[in-house]
């Protein structure tokens, strides 16, 4: 076997390895408050992302990629010896994939793309020295420790105590979960739409422009909002009767918004996070193709459905974990709080990507999950555990990029 072949095998089961444990830890904190608040059991929450996770990575994941991540290095450094590129970027799939399996197997949520950025910075600094770094784009990564769970806290909790005072601290919650639903159901497709529709879809050629993206999604949450004035009963809630039967249904209702918030979250990681595994490897198959390195190659389909698949497997077998973390250890869980949780999420997701302002799905999911807590009060909340996941978040990069940093340099010895 020659040695472009062992290269490509590598990269091949580097790949593999990082798409499976992104399913493990990122995926699973996106359904981990739709299986702590029982809306769906594990095995339903793993046919959902299955669905979402795939066709959001095979339909919605970019069909170009850039050669380096983020931009944190310029692959210019390379032009002399792209062979050092192909080293780098399967160095770092493994030491994204060994700090995110460590991750999961713990039961902390970290973050996938941080992950590999770490982990870009390592031999980034080994190949090209500390100046090859895009330093104010590293920067921007380390603030989204701190924008991004803060603001999603802020985000669910103000929706929270908005849904506590209109139905939970009512003397007839399912009466006025009905009169409340339908402008729900009308928010929750015009924010998930919009997020589809504006960019989302561009592989599909549906580039919008942000005016007629607001016009779709409007028009599908007004469609929705009917839908929902049509499937609510209509008959009067007796004021003050069998209140514990009534909040047994009430969440029972809350139970399908969160799945459908939970079907988005999982679709935009599918559509986003699986470039974090496929990204590196259409990178080392453009370089042994063509012998040099370009700014952004073209991502071939076999690799796209390889990481989509290798996602839902990784979620699967080592899952399970994360989801506790997130659905049952941080707070109670059920479905109106995971519902908050995952629409918060989602929103300050949206708005922030569209702003330009670096954020991370996973630190803004648990952030959701803290600031849903916060509502309920500060004993409600594990403190104990929120600090340990925040530890992990500032040892991800510095993990990832000592790791990349010793499986680059075994390679060198090894290749040349």
């Keep these: 076997m020659d040695l472009n072949s062992i290269l490509l095998f590598s ?36 046919l959902v992302a ?101 603001v999603g806290a802020l985000v669910s909790f103000l929706l929270f105590r908005f849904l506590s ?12 979960t009905k009169e409340i639903l339908p402008f729900l159901v009308f928010l929750v497709f015009v924010i998930l739409s919009q997020s589809m529709v504006y960019k989302g ?43 514990q039967a009534q909040f047994v249904s009430t969440e029972g209702i809350f139970r399908y918004l969160q799945i459908i918030t939970a079907f988005y ?5 599918g559509s986003n996070d699986v470039a974090n595994a496929v990204g590196p490897l259409a990178a080392v198959v453009s370089i042994l193709k063509e012998g040099s390195v370009h700014m952004q190659v073209e991502m071939p389909l076999w690799i796209l459905g390889l990481g989509g698949a290798c996602i839902v497997i990784g979620l699967l077998i080592w899952g399970r974990r994360v989801m506790q973390t997130i659905g049952k250890k941080i707070t109670e869980m059920t479905p109106s709080r995971g519902f908050c949780a995952e629409f918060g999420a989602a929103t300050v997701v949206l708005v922030c990507s569209k702003l330009g302002l670096p954020i991370s799905t996973t630190h803004t999911l648990v952030g959701s999950v803290v600031g849903v807590g916060l509502a309920r009060g500060l004993p409600t909340l594990n403190l104990s555990i929120i600090k340990t996941i925040f530890v992990s978040w500032a040892a991800t990069i510095p993990f990832t990029a000592l790791f990349s940093i010793i499986f680059f340099k075994i390679m060198l010895f090894l290749f040349g």
């Design 165 to 176: 005072r209109k139905i939970f601290n009512t003397r007839n919650p399912l009466q006025h």
């Design 50 to 150: 299955a669905v979402a996770e795939f066709a959001g990575a095979f339909l919605v994941g970019g069909h170009v990629s850039d050669t380096i991540r983020k931009g944190m290095l310029d692959p210019a450094i390379f032009q002399d010896a792209p062979l050092h590129l192909v080293y780098g970027m399967i160095s770092a799939l493994i030491a994204a994939a060994v700090w995110l399996h460590i991750a999961s197997s713990l039961g902390w949520p970290v973050s996938t793309t941080h992950s590999i950025v770490g982990a870009v910075v390592g031999f980034g600094i080994v190949a090209g020295g500390w100046d090859a770094l895009n330093w104010v784009k590293v920067g921007k990564v380390v603030l989204s420790w701190i924008f991004s769970p803060a």
């Design 265 to 269: 979250v999982a679709f935009a990681h």
């Design 11 to 46: 990269a091949i089961l580097a790949c593999v390895y990082m798409a499976c444990n992104i399913g493990a830890n990122d995926v699973a904190n996106a359904m981990g408050t739709s299986v702590g608040s029982k809306a769906l059991t594990f095995k339903q929450a793993i």
């Design 201 to 243: 879809l561009k592989n599909l050629r549906l580039d919008l422009q942000f005016s007629q993206a607001a016009m779709i999604s409007i028009a599908v949450g007004f469609i929705a909002f009917f839908v929902a004035k049509l499937l609510v009963p209509r008959d009067k809630e007796p004021t003050g009767e069998n209140l």
